[in-house]
Every structure is written in C-alpha cells, then in structure tokens.
C-alpha cells in the first residue's frame, strides 16, 4: 500500500482547509439536497395517494414557505403531503384548483422525460 503515506501528507497538509471548506460550502450543499429529496418524497406519496382516490388529483401550494402537495378527490382535499398545521379548507382557499395534476399526467410526464434523457444519452 504505497499510497498510504503520500495521502496522510496530503490529509496533514490540507485537512484543515478541507474541514473549512466543508463547513462552509459542504454541509448548506448537503443539508439543500436533503431537503430537496425530502420533496420529492412527498410529492411521490401524494400522487401514490391520488392514484388510489376516484378522481384524484393533486396541487402544490406553498405553505409556510414550503411545498405542500393536496391530495384532492372530485375537487375536495383529502391530505397534504407533508401534513401541515391547518385545516386543508383553509390551505386550498385561495388556490387554483385548475393547475391540479393527476396521477395520469404525472405519470406521463415523467415516461417523457425518461425517455428524452435516453435519447439524450444516446446521441
């Protein structure tokens, strides 16, 4: 194992500036992506929930200053994804219904983009 010792050189000489930097552009990066796959969870669930539902369709608002997905079933909400703090009357009040997305669609856009990314790839 030869590469042991010109690697703790390295990690002596420039381990310091390495923790530096992680802790200032590493760990925010980190903690966004996070968050991040921490949404697209939710809106998976929520058209997985909307699949099951007669007429189901699903929104997205801003609660808060995050994402929320409604689950609606013949234009009532049934859930939000993640569960917030208020009633979902409340929530969907002012919303516009129209932009609801259901399952189908979703689905759809998401076989387009798959296969636009594989013609991408392949070209």
């Known amino acids: 194992m030869s590469w042991i010792g010109p690697a703790a050189k390295k990690a002596v000489t420039y381990g310091p500036q390495a923790k530096i930097a992680w802790d200032k552009a590493g760990r925010p990066a980190a903690e966004i992506a996070a968050k991040k796959a921490q949404v697209q969870l939710q809106r998976r669930k929520a058209f997985a929930k909307a699949a099951t539902v007669v007429e189901g369709s699903v929104v997205r608002l801003v609660h808060a200053g995050e994402p ?56």
């Open 68 to 123: 929320v997905h409604v689950v609606m079933a013949h234009g009532e909400p049934i859930e939000a994804y993640p569960p917030v703090d208020v009633g979902l009357d409340v929530l969907v009040k002012d919303a516009d219904l129209t932009a609801a997305v259901t399952s189908e669609q979703y689905e759809a856009k998401r076989v387009r983009a798959r296969i636009a990314r594989a013609r991408g790839r392949s070209s």
